[in-house]
């Protein structure tokens, strides 16, 4: 019945906006509660998002959204909106999502350098951070990293993390975020990597590069999103273009310190990591969504890689100690 109510609600948007009688596709679902609908009417094409309240709300996409397009990046307009219902009316990018494209064996590096552009010019817009976003601080990267203990541990071990554990867990934490507080602050859109990005038209510059599902954007370190694009949770990136891809950028922002940079970098992936993990066993136990287990070797891998650099020794001692086990597969039926 709920289904049959959003359904009814899509309709009548359409109709008011005057693609009633357009050609509905159903687009592949994400692991959030967001929809995405192809329309077509008389040789042209949008995108519905259907973004349902209370669990989504589609404001802040639409806000940023429209920031992205002030600062000269790629993302795409807003054509028609209705913030209570959750419905928007997109522009169409078509279907050439970096994904596809480098399954269809496009050159890889050239796909990345065009995502690194794309980073650079964001990061050094001098008005990337003037709209009203929370910090990507340290509270949040806490929160987010608590997920290895409320869903990775239980799942890998058969019962909850013990108290104790969860609280030198979090001290650990702490102290590896503690130098995240000195780094330059940007625009972080969080969720940037190869599923997100699309090429758009024919050309690889950064005016090529559409922007997708940057709603949960925060401001935060510069370090995260290139971190984001290269230790890909779905997707192997060799040692050597990420290294190539970390230099282009460092060559480039030539006002940042690098070995700052770099550690921030690595301590963002060791989060990052702890907390996709987390999500991916959500996505399964809560959610009954298996899609995503697949992924969880090399997030671990990512992770266990990760915690060698020498600013996360406190979370690799609470690994040795309390989770010895992180590297041993994870049986999950679906």
Known sequence: ???????????????????????????????????????????????????????EQILPFISIAQHLVSLGLRAPRVLASELDAGFALLEDFGDDTFTRLLARGEAEASLYRMAVDVLIQLHRHPAATELELPPYDEQALLRE????????????????????????????????LAPLRAEPATLVLRDFHVDNLMRVGDGSSVAHCGLLDFQDALIGSPAY????????????????????????YLTTRTELDAGQFMRAYRILAAQRHAKVAGIFVRLMVRDGKPIYLQHLPRVVALLTRNLEAPELAPVREWVARWMPNLGVPLVLAP
Not at 15 to 22: I, L
């Open 1 to 55: 019945m709920v289904e049959d109510n959003r359904q009814q609600a899509r309709q009548e948007f359409m109709t008011r906006e005057g693609w009633g009688a357009a050609e509905v596709e159903p687009l592949a679902a994400d692991a959030s509660f967001r929809r995405y609908f192809r329309l077509r009417r008389a040789g042209e094409s949008c995108l519905l998002m259907d973004a349902p309240p209370p669990q």
């Open 145 to 176: 990293a608590l997920l290895l203990v409320d869903w990775y541990y239980p799942a890998l071990n058969g019962v909850d993390c013990p108290a104790e554990a969860v609280e030198s867990y979090r001290a650990a934490w702490v102290t590896a």
């Open 225 to 248: 999103d290139l971190m984001s694009l290269l230790e890909d949770a779905r997707r192997d990136v060799t040692p050597a273009l990420q290294q190539a891809l970390i230099d282009h």
